[in-house]
């Protein structure tokens, strides 16, 4: 059984927290119980948010059954995970890696003492995980990247990075998804719409997917922005 603890955020929240570490197993639990909370909602229930590590579950006091909403997911949390998972599709992410579009990309390379080209090989020669959207809508954490270029923030974020940015910090990396500040290095950038409202769906990512990225050149950068603007 996998060691976890509920604890109460408020009188409208409940928090289900697994063992504190980043780590696919880890979050392959938090992305099951939400699922399942989904599946088989219970009354009352407004929102079921999968963190890195945790779930958080939020309801309506006045509809919800505290004491079976605690019963529910404590079996939930200790339920084990399914023998084998639904795989989801590799999401394809374009990116143009580099110059005005990648500010730090030399920095990235340089940390790891190696060329901007290894840095960008590196990048897109792993599968990554998507272990939960936070921040902004649409901004999606994905790990875990290579150690040799697992840059840390910068030291002073910048006040506005371009939607589309493609960026590291530490061993996560991500799209901002709107024009927002931010403190990742920043290496390249997709044209695609991590957030789109004019979508059936708006979430280009979610919790538990897989994504790879792959390098483009700014023709057809500008081909595919064209496309999806």
Not at 10 to 28: C, H, K, M, Q, T
Not at 146 to 159: N, S, Y
Request: aromatic share 8%; proline share 8%.
């Amino acid at each position: 059984m996998s060691a976890f603890r509920i604890v109460a955020a408020g009188d409208s929240a409940l928090i289900v927290e697994f063992e504190e570490r980043i780590d696919p197993e880890v979050n392959a639990r938090a992305v099951a119980l939400a699922e399942r909370l989904h599946v088989d909602p219970v009354a009352g229930v407004r929102d079921v948010v999968p963190t890195y590590r945790s779930v958080a579950v939020y309801f309506d006091p006045l509809r919800t059954a505290h004491d079976a909403l605690m019963a529910r997911l404590e079996r939930e949390a200790a339920a084990p995970l399914p023998a084998a998972r639904p795989a989801h599709d590799v999401l394809r992410l374009p990116v143009c890696y580099g110059g005005e579009f990648g500010p730090d990309l030399a920095a990235v390379a340089g940390f790891g003492g190696i060329s901007e080209t290894a840095a960008i090989d590196l990048h897109t020669k792993n599968t990554y995980h998507v272990f939960m959207l936070g921040f902004a809508p649409g901004l999606a954490y994905l790990g875990i990247v290579d150690e040799r270029i697992a840059a840390p923030r910068r030291d002073t974020p910048r006040v506005r990075v371009p939607r589309g940015s493609v960026g590291i910090a530490g061993g996560q990396t991500g799209v901002y998804p709107s024009e927002t500040p931010g403190g990742w290095q920043i290496i390249g950038r997709t044209p695609l719409l991590p957030f789109d409202l004019t979508r059936p769906n708006p979430f280009l990512m979610r919790a538990g997917d897989a994504v790879r990225f792959d390098a483009i050149d700014r023709v057809e950068f500008d081909r595919l922005e064209r496309e999806v603007r």
